[in-house]
């Protein structure tokens, strides 16, 4: 179980941590869909900044399990919103952030099941 655990925390980690860093560094692609989904781009630092805590929440978890069951729940609902985002444009491109939640719902249930909720 804890195999399972470690290997999908550091999956996550490095997903989020990627697109993090696509956010804070002011790449054009976070800013273009900012543009598609209507919200102002100074918005998407502080998205970066919401992944990057998220990014450091998944593995402090490993040692910390509240901050980690924290960080994947926080993780989801951001994920949850930028589905519900898309679809509300009409944008059908939802897979990535299918994958995104999907990673941070199995970081939470594995965490869950090998730690407790707390």
Known sequence: MFAAYLTV????????????????????????????????????????????????????GLAVPALGTLAACGLVLYFVGAIIAHLRVGSRNIVGGIVFLATAVAVLVLGWTYHGPW
């Not at 692609?29 to 919200?39: C, E, I, R, S, V």
């Open 9 to 60: 925390t550091i999956l996550g980690a490095l997903f989020n941590g990627a697109a993090a860093v696509t956010y804070l560094i002011g790449h054009e692609y976070p800013k273009t869909q900012a543009d598609m989904k209507g919200l102002p781009r100074k918005w998407v630092p502080v998205l970066g900044v919401l992944l990057a805590a998220g990014t450091v929440g998944l593995p402090a």
